[in-house]
């Protein structure tokens, strides 16, 4: 009782940052309330009597000493603008609960636990910022890359009191645990999922240039209707998605700026980002061209110009081979039920899998609901993730992973 009394106490204190009156959180990368989310890790570390760093680019790391060449776990604690609470805090949960295992029981396990920054693509359209940051990626984004207030991603982070200097983190293995954010393990009834590959995404930003004109007084022969444009943008998207969903590729057309938006206008202008994720690259890209082949045919029909960018491009990852056996072999000796699966969500552990071992566990969310205010797990599975994890690590440890 008393572990679940410590995860109940950290949850509840990172519970109102950022709270909306729907029961969601809005918590998005370097702004007020993420910084907020880092300082409550701060304060719970401090109680704990932790060793709590942030290094350059924002990112926390919480120890008992401050290793040298530790195994991390970890995750974000970012959300989208209506988001749930669940989502990147579950992992953070599991590692304080590890730590404390640690610390009580004297284990000679070299082990920090890391909340990178910046996790959803919310706000710069780039997923995974913080773990990109530690893994000396990004580049010549971080002056490209902005927010819809125009806000360049370099100038959040230097706002924000960091120094957008990306760099190479040294560590022993990668751990992450989170909600699976989909329903296959609430609907087979299996606690835990040992993740075997992460999906990664295009990501796409459409332009369709219109004509702005009076609703009224316009021929409809002489419209260029920049919505009607997007609308088969819309459905061709879902096409190809489905088209390729028997590869485990998936579509979507998430975000959609209309202008001017009055009822009495042709719309003249409307911006499209859509997302396009998959495991497999072949697939995957079968979505892109016909995408790109289907805009180009649609704009000459239409007689309405677009301009098409890709924002970011990342590759599928596979979940290291020793982690995965050794994380169902932990399972196993733990008496858990595991499935392996693979994730269609991002996350820190593809990006951490070019810098080190990477692994990682999925437990449930209620209905599969996540990014959504109603998103919902439960402390218990937290609790048994946290278990196979620190069986697995004692293990790692001893045989000089």
């Not at 880092?38 to 709590?52: D, N, P, R, V, Y």
């Not at 890359?145 to 957008?164: R, Y």
């Not at 098409?308 to 039920?337: N, Y």
Request: aromatic letters at 6%.
């Amino acid at each position: 009782m008393e572990d679940f009394a410590f995860l109940e106490s950290c949850f509840d204190r990172f519970y109102p940052v950022g709270a909306l009156p729907n029961g969601g959180v809005r918590r998005l990368g370097y702004t007020v309330e993420e910084n907020a989310m880092h300082q409550t890790l701060k304060e719970i570390s401090s109680e704990m009597e932790f060793f709590f760093r942030t290094d350059e680019v924002g990112n926390s790391f919480v120890s008992l000493d401050n290793p040298s060449f530790p195994f991390v776990v970890g995750s974000h604690l970012d959300s989208v603008p209506n988001g749930g609470r669940y989502d990147g805090v579950a992992g953070i949960l599991a590692g304080l609960l590890l730590l404390k295992w640690v610390k009580e029981r004297a284990l000679d396990l070299p082990l920090s636990v890391v909340a990178f920054r910046c996790e959803e693509s919310s706000r710069f359209g780039q997923a995974t910022v913080g773990s990109h940051l530690a893994s000396e990626k990004l580049g010549d984004k971080l002056a490209i890359l902005h927010d819809s207030e125009g806000v360049t991603l370099e100038e959040a982070i230097e706002k924000a009191g960091f120094n957008p200097c990306p760099y190479r983190l040294k560590v022993r293995g990668f751990l992450e645990l989170h909600i699976e954010q989909g329903r296959v393990l609430e609907e087979k009834g299996i606690p835990i999922g040992i993740v075997t590959s992460i999906a990664a995404p295009v990501r796409l930003w459409l332009d369709i240039k219109g004509r702005q004109d009076h609703s009224g007084a316009t021929p409809m022969e002489m419209r260029k209707d920049a919505l009607t444009f997007a609308s088969e943008v819309v459905l061709l998207v879902e096409k190809l998605g489905r088209a390729e969903s028997h590869r485990k590729s998936v579509a979507t057309v998430g975000v959609l700026h209309l202008e001017p938006n009055a009822m009495n206008v042709v719309p003249g202008h409307v911006g499209l980002g859509i997302d396009i994720r998959g495991i497999d690259l072949l697939s995957r890209e079968e979505v892109v061209q016909g995408l790109v082949k289907g805009i180009e045919e649609i704009s000459l029909t239409r007689d309405i110009e677009y301009v098409l960018k890709e924002i970011s491009r990342e590759d599928p990852v596979s979940m290291d081979e020793e982690i995965i056996s050794g994380l169902e072999h932990a399972a196993t000796f733990e008496g858990v039920r595991f499935l392996e699966m693979p994730s269609g969500a991002g996350h820190d552990a593809m990006v951490m899998a070019s810098v080190t071992k990477a692994g990682m566990l999925f437990i449930p969310c209620r209905g599969g609901i996540s990014h959504n205010p109603q998103e919902e797990a439960n402390l218990e599975d937290v609790h048994l993730g946290a278990r196979i994890m620190l069986r697995y690590l004692e293990e790692a440890a001893k045989g000089g992973e």
